[in-house]
């Protein structure tokens, strides 16, 4: 079956530093790939999306490509603040419809 | 619009009381899910509607949990007898069609069983 996974957190960086969150799939067929992030109290909220092999979905100034070779879509961004501290996860959604989440990662900005 | 709307957003009960929790996805959406996340089991898929109907309640843990949506603008999720095992937060999430889109999730009910 379909899975998802994320590299195990917390990851704790300063402000401005550079982020990369790492996340591997299994799918049949040609899932779309997400990035949810959950902020404290919160319910998740897409932060961004690609559907085909090679688009890179940003938000944010957050970005990841679809790495089919790879079977990745790994989160980056360039300059981490403070209000990024979130839990982050990586889903895909193929044809069996049923969405798979990773495990979460969490990251911790520090001033 | 209004997002997945879930209630209530707090439950504190007793170990053997009946739970029940509410949700109100986005109007239109066909597809509902309930989710459960705990820090040791992460997010788990429990069960899932398409039009109303139940597709796969395999992520039911067990006999005492039971889900409903009787129209398309409403949904529950009820346990009983509760346990302190059950004590997590309790997500309900919808989506537009069938395919690979992405889900609208509600900001969660968060249930303590003492």
């Known amino acids: 079956g379909d899975s998802v996974t994320q590299m195990e957190g917390p990851v704790t960086l300063s402000e401005e530093a550079f982020l990369t969150i790492n996340c591997t799939y299994t799918a049949t067929g040609y899932p779309s790939l997400f990035w949810y992030v959950q902020y404290p109290g919160e319910g998740l909220q897409l932060l961004l999306k690609a559907t085909k092999a090679d688009d890179k979905g940003s938000n944010k100034g957050f970005e990841a490509t679809y790495r089919k070779e790879t079977t990745s879509f790994h989160l980056e961004k360039g300059s981490v603040q403070v209000s990024d501290s979130a839990v982050y996860f990586c889903?895909?959604?193929?044809?069996?419809?049923?969405?798979?989440f990773g495990r979460g990662t969490s990251l911790i900005v520090h001033p | 619009d209004a997002g997945v709307i879930q209630s209530p957003r707090h439950e504190v009960t007793e170990m053997g009381q009946e739970v029940t929790l509410r949700c109100k996805p986005i109007?239109?959406?066909?597809?509902l899910f309930w989710y459960r996340q705990t820090m040791m089991r992460g997010l788990e898929l429990l069960i899932y509607?398409?039009?109303?109907?139940?597709?796969?309640d395999s992520g039911m843990p067990e006999d005492r949990f039971s889900a409903k949506m009787p129209n398309a603008s409403f949904s529950t999720l009820k346990i009983q007898p509760s346990e302190p095992r059950d004590s997590a937060v309790y997500f309900c999430?919808?989506?537009?069609?069938?395919?690979?889109?992405?889900?609208?999730f509600g900001e969660g009910s968060r249930l303590t069983v003492l």
């Open positions: 109007s239109g959406h066909d597809y």
């Open positions: 999430a919808s989506s537009l069609g069938a395919g690979t889109g992405e889900l609208f």
């Open positions: 509607f398409n039009n109303n109907v139940p597709i796969d």
């Open positions: 889903a895909l959604r193929g044809g069996s419809y049923i969405p798979t």
